[in-house]
């Protein structure tokens, strides 16, 4: 099965500086990665997303980037606007052939005007 | 548009009563699934359907039954609701079976349990 870590609960930048949020995972099996944004009393709503034959995916101002050796990957933010104050979740499939997805905690972005 | 709804934002239930959280969605998805938001803790499967009546469990279903009659309606149950069940419930819906699927999520439900 899937682990994914997130280590910074939480993480404050400036407005017009860019936003670098991590995501760790456990099982190098799996191929493919999700950023999820939610804010306060709204569902999650999906971001990006990232296959493993990439290393890198690209979307207007998010970028995510997979290091598959590390097991790691991270969502930029460039430049970051106070919408972009939320919390956002990656996510894993769980286990193979399965529509299962495992989330990290999530981390708390705030931008500061 | 893909929407999933919830049939209540918040919530105030009592300890020991059954409570039902009702979730619709209108984009013929096959999977269905509910979650709890806790902080901290992230996002953390109760229960997963991937077709009518049929039901998995998911990380933490201890207190919790589940329910899928139709395939646009899974339905949550807590049999007898305990203030350890406090929390925001998401339930989620994703197109097809055996395929990693972005999950749509609804708005949520702020339960609480005096």
């Known amino acids: 099965d899937q682990q994914v870590k997130q280590n910074s609960p939480s993480l404050s930048v400036q407005e017009g500086r860019i936003s670098i949020l991590n995501c760790d995972y456990t099982?190098?099996?799996?191929?493919?990665f999700l950023w999820y944004k939610k804010y306060p009393a709204e569902g999650p709503t999906f971001l990006i997303s990232?296959?493993?034959?990439?290393d890198k995916n690209e979307d207007g101002r998010f970028t995510v980037f997979l290091n598959k050796s590390a097991k790691h990957l991270s969502l930029h933010i460039v430049p970051s606007q106070p919408g972009d104050s939320a919390v956002y979740f990656c996510a894993a499939p769980t286990n193979f052939g399965n529509e299962k997805l495992t989330f990290g905690t999530g981390t708390r972005l705030t931008i500061i005007p | 548009d893909v929407k999933v709804t919830q049939s209540s934002r918040y919530l105030v239930k009592r300890t020991g009563e059954k409570v039902f959280l009702e979730c619709v969605q209108d984009?013929?998805?096959?999977?269905m699934f509910w979650y709890r938001q806790d902080p901290g803790l992230g996002l953390r499967l109760i229960y997963f359907s991937y077709d009518v009546k049929m039901k998995e469990k998911g990380d933490i279903p201890e207190g919790y039954s589940v329910s899928r009659e139709k395939k646009e309606r899974f339905s949550l149950i807590l049999e007898s609701a305990s203030t350890n069940q406090t929390s925001m419930y998401l339930c989620?819906?994703?197109?097809?079976?055996?395929?990693?699927?972005?999950?749509?999520f609804g708005p949520g439900t702020r339960l609480t349990v005096l």
């Open positions: 984009m013929d998805h096959e999977n």
């Open positions: 099982n190098s099996m799996f191929d493919y």
């Open positions: 990232i296959s493993s034959i990439k």
């Open positions: 989620a819906s994703s197109p097809h079976r055996d395929s990693y699927n972005e999950q749509f």
